[in-house]
């Protein structure tokens, strides 16, 4: 495209200097007045677009921050809570709390990857069926544990209601993120800004050809580039939850989880 770009504006450059040997005057300096304004009009738009699209990236970071935060404390507790000598079930949470960041993150991404499950005897892949809300059924399962450990007084009410807080806010991220990945900026808003940059920049040599010659091919090539990076930039970044280079890093940040309660439990 920026190809394109240099190509048609050295063509209008030609033929403005060369074939109808155009003079400048007071209107070629009221047409670059009027790119002016509008160049000031497109950089507030695209310092909204960028603005709006970044607090959703680092929205994502922040949900996946607290996700981290409360594995670590419901970890903690639950190695304060249950008996040094209760192998199954410290086993069994040591499991399924990092099994939900894993599914979380394959399903804001709209996958099921059942190979980075880790499976014990109390949870084999015919527990989860994978057309159904995956987290919530992970989620499900930690919640039924805690009541039966509760319900066989291997921990307390007390202590129940201590965990309640890290329990919740599964669902709650969950839901955030969901809400972050169903919402994405409206086309309309998106595509309007395409069609300016792209309006504004055909029509760019047309207002500078006559004051600034033949260096107008490569500053409207470098207008371009500014221009459409930043859009580019501001599309890479408001779905946060994929797999591309500038995606959160949720596969790194749930392995991280992974490591982090084995160590507590």
């Given at each position: 495209m920026m190809i394109s770009i240099a190509v048609y504006a050295l063509i209008i450059e030609y033929l403005y200097m060369e074939v109808f040997r155009v003079s400048p005057d007071s209107k070629a300096k009221t047409l670059s007045n009027m790119h002016t304004l509008l160049g000031l009009v497109l950089s507030l738009l695209l310092v909204f677009r960028t603005n709006?699209?970044?607090?959703?990236?680092?929205?994502?970071?922040?949900?996946?921050?607290a996700l981290v935060n409360n594995s670590r404390n419901l970890a903690i507790k639950l190695n304060a809570f249950l008996p040094e000598g209760d192998k199954e079930n410290r086993l069994f949470f040591r499991r399924m709390i990092p099994n939900f960041a894993f599914v979380l993150k394959n399903h804001l991404r709209k996958e099921y990857v059942a190979e980075e499950f880790e499976y014990f005897p109390q949870f084999h892949p015919d527990s989860i069926q994978p057309d159904a809300h995956v987290?919530?059924?992970?989620?499900?399962?930690?919640?039924?544990?805690?009541?039966?450990?509760?319900?066989?007084?291997v921990i307390t009410a007390d202590q129940v209601w201590l965990m309640n807080g890290e329990m919740s806010s599964f669902t709650d991220i969950c839901g955030a993120c969901e809400r972050i990945r169903n919402t994405p900026i409206?086309?309309?808003?998106?595509?309007?800004?395409?069609?300016f940059i792209f309006f504004y920049t055909m029509t760019l040599p047309f207002g500078y050809v006559l004051t600034m010659g033949y260096w107008m091919m490569p500053v409207c090539v470098f207008v371009f580039y500014v221009l459409a990076s930043l859009e580019l930039i501001a599309e890479e970044i408001e779905s946060p939850f994929g797999s591309d280079a500038n995606d959160l890093p949720t596969d790194q940040i749930a392995k991280g989880i992974r490591s982090t309660v084995r160590e507590l439990i």
């Open positions: 709006t699209a970044y607090d959703r990236w680092w929205e994502g970071r922040k949900l996946w921050g987290p919530n059924q992970v989620a499900s399962y930690i919640i039924q544990k805690i009541t039966l450990l509760q319900s066989n007084q409206p086309f309309s808003y998106s595509s309007f800004i395409k069609k």
